[in-house]
């Protein structure tokens, strides 16, 4: 028997992505796995379900694809509908399990093994398969877009009849994965680029995309694994200070700042923003997470003294279909890696050679991205998640 793909249609509030689109459900199909997606699943995405051809069977019903053996989403289902999924199934998503206790209980309850993408390792061979890098490389060029197009100025300098204008200044801070993107597409798009980053093991990378790399003196704050550590108060003063100085004259301030499984570094106080010029933007990509800026809201845009604080929470999805393939490429890798050629050679529906579950338990990527095997937690995220969870809920 063919091994069964459900993927449901995305019901988180602002949600556009799907998990598959029909360039990577072609691929699946290879693995002979029979593919069920729910109606209407790619519709955000702007992509019709037509478009899935006979790669796919398109579910009217939403329990068509949560009794599937995998079942691939963008974000974690809601409990009630993992309660729909059977013991033993796999579900592959983003989790997030600190923020969401009551999904990985109700993986519990179901018996579910559950993969999160947010823990796949950030190591060399898992980079095709990293959607944390993926979907923040789109957000980065993204809000590079959501600052040009909220300032009142060009980025570029221009040199017409009607005088001359200076290029914009854009200060990018955090120069992980999301804010040398941003910082390439400010730069593609005319601005003077200037970027900030506590680790200062990134300059060079931002040197090399045409920006200039600022220096808190005294602060260099590299943790573990290639992340950031948590500044102490002493180097969070230093770094304000000349952030601070740096802002009086952007035009456009991007923040990008993360520290893994904390909430997002406050770093732009509201006297930062109060000494920015009228007319200026502040993108805030860490708003999912709390926020980089102190004035902050999320999904809001906030007006302090003619300054534009905005506060998009899942910026990925404003890019919908191509953070989608490129998600959907994450997703397919790393169910490739847990597939092997049937060994009785049996073919699908469609005369191809069936893959069937074969998981290395012991793989680094598999070990690493675990989060729930068949109920039981695998990892500290679902550990921790679980002791915080409300005992009393049913
Ligand atoms: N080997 C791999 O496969 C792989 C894949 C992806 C990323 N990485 C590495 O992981 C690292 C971070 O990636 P990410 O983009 O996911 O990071 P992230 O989203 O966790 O953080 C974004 C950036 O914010 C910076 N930051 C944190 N606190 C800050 C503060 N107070 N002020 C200014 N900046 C602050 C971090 O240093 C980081 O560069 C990078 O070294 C990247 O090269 C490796």
Redo the contacts with the bound molecule.
Sequence with gaps: MSLKIGVPKETASGETRVAVVPKVAAKLVKLGVDLHIQKGAGQASRIPDSAFGDNATIASRQTDVFDADVVLAVNVPAPTKIAKMKRGAILICFVQAHQNPEAVEALQKAGVTCFAMELI????R??SM?A??SQ?AAAGYKCALIAADSLPRFLPMLTTAAGTIRPAKVLV????????QAIATANRLGAKVFA????T??KE?VESLGAEFLIAEGVK???E???????TDEE?QK?QDMLADNMTDADAVIT?????GKPA?K?ISEAMVDGMKPGSVLVDLGASGGG?CELTEPDKTVTRNNVTIIGPSNVPAMLAEHASEMYAQNLSNLLSLMLRESEDQSTSAKGIKIHELAIDWDDAVIDGAVLMRDGEAASDAARNALSNSDPNSS
Excluded: M, W
């Design positions: 390792p950030r190591i060399t898992a980079q990293d944390l890098s923040a801070i955090g120069a992980g994965v999301a804010g040398l900030y980053d506590v680790r093991d990134t990378q704050a590299e943790g694994g290639g992340y950031a550590r948590e500044l969070k770094q990008t700042a993360a520290v893994p570094p770093i980089n």
